[in-house]
Structures are given as structure tokens and as C-alpha cells.
């Protein structure tokens, strides 16, 4: 039973057009994350949820808009598509870091714009 | 600025011998520190993390990290590397404000047999 499920897990498009990534996660946790892997590898936060409510945006652009219809779902919605939005993307979901918690990562979703 | 630092953007090591992947991070407050595993085409898995207490802390795998706060450092130790081990490695810092984490570039881990 996934922990963290992402669809679609591959998505190839043109530019310009809008798709949309969804994440759900079945662990109960409040907290739930957006974050892109770039063609380095590097991971860097987009978006955190606390119970449906936006708590972390990290001055991403405004193509980007996230939406938790509830705690155990959050969605990624990119309009206008660009070359640059190429990147894997990855949900997660938390409890409280404070309380000894850590992040559980879906198996991402890997965007190409063409 | 605040960050965490992995000096060594590729490793390679033979398997059966000893492994350590080195991490920094630039915070003042007692952080929280993890290392997570990321296998190809997957996503990724807690190896293991820190939070108080002990500064040597026990993961999976065989892995472990020892936290040292006069160098601002939690490297990752493995005695005996497999070839399943292949693998990338990041370090991260969370904030127990947030629950963000910040990770590090990562550390890609080559096994030779």
C-alpha cells in the first residue's frame, strides 16, 4: 500500500500548454509538500500544506498553483508551460519535524516540455 | 545564507570497503538533520536522522552519522559497502518551524565491484 502516490508518473508536452500533477497520501499526515528536482539534481522546496492551508510558498512563479482540496491530497497545476519547468517533481508529506517527524517522498513525476 | 554543503558531488568506492559522505550546514540553532538515499528512477528513502541526544545515530542499511557541532557536520559512515548501495545521497537540514527541509547538491555513490 503506497504511502505517497503521485500521477501522472511521466508527462511529456508542448510548451504552452497546462497540466496538472496529483498527489495523495494515506499516513494520516497534516503536512504535505511540493518539490522539484532539477537536471542536477538538485531539490529545492515549492509549496508546503498544513491541513489544506498554504503555509510555505518559495517565491515560485504564479504559472505554479497548488491546491489541497484536503489533508491527504495536494495537486500541482502549471499553466502556460515552459522549457525551464522541465524537472522531476516530488510530493511528501510530514508529521511535525519538531516532534521527532520526517518527510515521506512519492516516487515523483517527471515533466518534459518539448 | 542559510545552506547545506556536500563537498564531494561523486564518489567512488569498491565494494566491501568502508564509506563516509561528508555534510555541512550554516545554521546557528540545534538542528535537525537527515540523510536520505534516492535510488535511480525512484523517489527518496530516510536513511536516517538527528534530532537530539546521541550524537551518533544508528540507520538503515548499516548506515550511520554522527552529528558534530563544533564542526557543523553530520557525515554519513557505512563500514562495508554493497553494491545495492549505488545510489544518490542527500543531506538535508529541517526546520522545526516549518518542516522544511534544505537540502544539500547530493552526493552520487559509485560501487565498484
Known amino acids: 500500500d503506497t504511502a505517497v502516490s503521485q500521477t501522472p508518473k511521466y508527462l511529456v508536452t508542448q510548451m504552452g500548454n497546462d497540466k496538472s500533477i496529483k498527489c495523495e497520501q494515506n499516513l494520516g499526515h497534516d503536512t504535505m509538500y511540493w518539490y522539484k528536482q532539477d537536471s542536477k539534481k538538485f531539490l529545492k522546496i515549492m509549496f508546503s500544506?498544513?491541513?489544506?492551508?498554504?503555509?510555505i510558498n518559495e517565491t515560485v512563479p504564479n504559472r505554479f498553483s497548488p491546491k489541497s482540496p484536503d489533508k491527504a491530497h495536494l495537486n500541482l497545476h502549471i499553466n502556460s508551460l515552459e522549457l525551464g519547468d522541465s524537472a522531476v517533481y516530488f510530493c511528501?508529506?510530514?508529521?511535525?519535524?519538531?516532534?521527532?517527524?520526517?518527510?515521506?517522498f512519492g516516487e515523483g513525476s517527471r515533466l518534459t516540455v518539448l | 545564507a542559510q545552506s547545506v554543503t556536500q563537498p564531494d558531488i561523486h564518489i567512488t568506492v569498491s565494494e566491501g570497503a568502508s564509506l563516509e559522505l561528508r555534510c555541512n550546514y550554516s545554521?546557528?540553532?540545534?538542528?535537525?538533520l537527515f540523510w536520505y538515499v534516492q535510488s535511480p528512477g525512484q523517489g527518496l528513502q530516510l536513511l536516517l536522522k538527528?534530532?537530539?541526544?546521541?550524537?551518533l545515530v544508528q540507520g538503515i542499511k548499516g548506515f550511520e552519522a554522527e552529528f558534530k557541532r563544533s564542526q557543523s557536520s553530520f557525515n554519513l559512515r557505512k563500514p562495508s559497502v554493497h553494491w545495492s548501495d549505488a545510489a544518490e545521497y542527500f543531506c538535508a537540514y529541517g526546520s522545526s518551524n516549518t518542516g522544511k527541509l534544505i537540502f544539500g547538491q547530493g552526493t552520487t555513490l559509485q560501487v565498484k565491484p
Open positions: 545554521y546557528g540553532a540545534t538542528p535537525y
Open positions: 511528501a508529506s510530514s508529521t511535525p519535524l519538531a516532534g521527532g517527524g520526517e518527510l515521506f
Open positions: 500544506y498544513n491541513n489544506k492551508e498554504l503555509i
Open positions: 538527528y534530532f537530539s541526544g546521541d550524537t
